[in-house]
């Protein structure tokens, strides 16, 4: 328990102390056999008593902590959900507060650690951060991955082990508008500092695939170790050194973080490929060529009995669809009915499977891939849970109509979010549908556009689910929904249109000129119903990618 913790704790628990010390004291004078021990022990209890007391009239050293102290909640920022920003359960990072439009460290906030939750990042024991009582502004820096013992801004990076990028993939998010006790939550915006190379290794002429196997590959002469401002972004102390990059699949392909390089200030850098029985291969990096912060360098090295060729590919920037894994996933194509964020989860890995968030059924802007299949790296997902038995309205007031669109559910999740607090409704009350995606999935009081995942889908996209669920507009198509249904179950999610007599799922989509009704959609048929806005139907969550 932190010290400020524990003063707490016993100013809550200082009459109870007290009553100890009291009896402790008449009993000190009725067993003269024990007067020493029990002089002991009234001591210790006076002293602790005498502690909790002078609490009640002091400010506590540090982090302010009294009746009007607020504690700040962070989220990700998931403005960029386009490229698939998620988070892993347990990711930790380091947080600092400082003082706005400075770099001075509000007194006991330095790198207090937070570690995400699955919706927000929540401290660990002893972590707290609060907001300054008086109101002033404060700013904060934040870092991934967390380190303990760091107590300052510079952060020492070492490219050594790239066997697991989660333990060296830099990233930062610092904010600077100013944030006080009335303003509770702040998104942090992450983005990679440092750059990754990928090597696609193509086998050339004279070569098999058994020539690769058991090939080492060595990067040499790169930037090894550094130190990292994260006020500013400065990368100083730059030592050179070897290392190996990462193994994605033997013979095909491998990666590295690497720290970022300018052009023309480092030579002699070369990767080394090593086949047993063969002369070391060599690329000789040019001088010229950058590792600019933030980008994905992608290079095809095709070897041969006589040599290599190095074909430039692409200069990207850095986007993953999991964070939680940097640099492990790259943008993914999907199409109908992958899994997200990986649509190559092996579902035989229980740690895989865990990271499912949901199942494609929609997509943007698709473009056919060389097989004819429609994929594009945005669209919609659906997700594995089900709420059952909720209505969409629940209050005894006559409800309003409140424009609610035919085309957008995050857009009707703000609605309800502006007229809830202006005509004195509730979530749990008056809006259980959108009330159980709120809690239950988005683990929140209340929603954010900017913070949330889930939303209620509006009556076109629930119909877009359920024509991917169908395999299409038409007829009930049985052998499609059995497929659909199989994915989401073996996902571990529950299936739609479970039995026949629950096949009613709302929409966040009220009618036009009648407030006591909003749509379902049938998913026995595909057809949209205008509902009794205090009937129990289905509840199924849909998201952004």
Known sequence: MSKENTFKYLYMKRPYILRLVEENKKNHFQFSTFNYFDMKITCILSAIAFGAILLAGCVKEGIETGNDAVAVTFTPDITTRVSGTTWDDGDAIGIFMVNNGTTDVVSGSGNRQYSFNGSVFQPSSGNDIYYPEDGSKVDFIAYYPYKTGQSGFSYSISLANQSS??????????????????????????????????????????????DFTGMTVSVEGMPLTASFALTDGTIGNINLGNFAPRTVTAGVQYDAILIPQTAGVYSGRKVVFSIPGENDLIWTIPDATPFAQGTRNTYTITISKTGITVSFGTITDWITTDPATPGTVEVQTYKIGDYYPNSNVNLDNPAEKAKILGVVFWLKDPEQDGSGVYRSTQGKIVNLNEGISIKFYGGTESPDLLGLTAGDGRVNMSIIA????????????????????????????????ARDRWYLPAKDELLSLYNAYNGGTGAANTTARTAFNKILTDAGGAQLFPDKFSYMYWTSTDDTTNNLVAWCIRFDDGTPALTARGFAARVRAVADF
């Open 165 to 210: 990028p989660t333990a060296i993939d830099l990233m930062t998010a610092k904010t600077v508008s100013g944030y006080d006790k009335n303003n509770t939550n702040v998104p942090l915006a992450f983005s990679h500092q440092l750059s990754k190379l990928i090597i696609n290794v193509v086998k050339g002429t004279g070569m098999t695939s058994v």
């Open 418 to 449: 502006d007229y809830i607090p202006a005509y004195g409704r509730s979530w749990m009350i008056h809006f259980p549908a959108f009330n159980w995606i709120v809690e239950t999935l988005n683990h929140q009081v209340g929603w954010d556009d």
